[in-house]
């Protein structure tokens, strides 16, 4: 059986109680949560606490800011290492598994011009380097993980296939640090998306899944049969935690993915 997760956004309810019923009913094993900037994620900490005494499962979080740690500007970067650790932190305390954050989104492309970024190659990686290391020892102590989501050519220039995250996180040296995959993503920038999980399945941490077009599940022609074989090869037993747009009624939407994942990978 795989175990799915849905982020919170995508459920109805006006609490995540009410969000947890319909999820469950729906077939989902879980909530990914979203963690927004100026610590908004950690000022919910006890409408966290109380979710989990209810019975809500919320493995991990997702982050949501509009900055990241491979920031060109150096306070953007330290403020968003300080909101990762919060995010580290406070997952930690429901009993969480660990927080997923790209190296940048939105922040420069190669593909759109200008074309060449202001910072190097070389001082990218060093950036990288040093913003990993700070919050996979925060991970290390707080007893949770990094996951690093390598992104599309077009959100990011930096880390874009499981290949260049796994470089990154063997340099480093910290079992704290792992990747969190992206179906969507790796459509876009993986020859083989079945042939990556297989050849980086030693640091697979976490999965999210969307269609090739960034829809729910079965909405697009992403290879799924593939993919998750790939996966149930590697002996992957996370969450599959979905993070799309729906299209189509949005409650039928969500209902349908949870069996068309388990169908897929039959």
């Known amino acids: 059986m795989l175990n799915t997760a849905v982020q919170e956004q995508l459920l109805p309810g006006n609490t995540l109680q009410a969000k947890w019923d319909f999820a469950q009913q729906a077939g989902y094993d879980a909530i990914e949560l979203r963690g927004k900037g100026d610590l908004h994620f950690a000022s919910r900490l006890e409408e966290l606490k109380q979710a989990r005494k209810d019975g809500v499962v919320m493995p991990t979080v997702c982050v949501d800011m509009l900055h990241f740690l491979g920031a060109f500007d150096a306070d953007l970067r330290r403020d968003a290492i300080a909101q990762m650790k919060s995010q580290l932190t406070v997952i930690a305390e429901i009993g969480g598994l660990g927080a997923q954050t790209p190296a940048s989104y939105g922040m420069f492309s190669r593909r759109l011009p200008p074309f060449e970024p202001p910072r190097t190659e070389e001082e990218d990686r060093e950036v990288l380097l ?43 040296g910290l079992d704290s640090i792992r990747i969190g995959i992206d179906s969507y993503h790796m459509n876009i920038e993986e020859s083989d998306p079945a042939a990556a999980i297989l050849a980086h399945a030693d640091l697979i941490g976490h999965a999210q899944v969307s269609d090739s077009n960034r829809f729910q599940p079965g909405a697009g022609h992403l290879d799924w049969p593939a993919w998750l074989g790939a996966l149930h090869a590697i002996g992957y037993d996370g969450y599959l935690a979905v993070e799309c747009r729906l299209t189509g009624d949005p409650i039928e939407a969500i209902r349908s993915i949870p069996a068309f994942l388990q169908r897929s990978r039959a």
Do not use: C, K, W
């Open 130 to 172: 040093a913003g990993l290391s700070e919050l996979g020892e925060h991970a290390r102590t707080e007893g949770v993980t990094l996951f690093l989501e390598p992104l599309n050519r077009y959100e990011d220039h930096m880390v874009n296939r499981l290949e260049q995250a796994a470089e990154l996180i063997h340099q480093i």
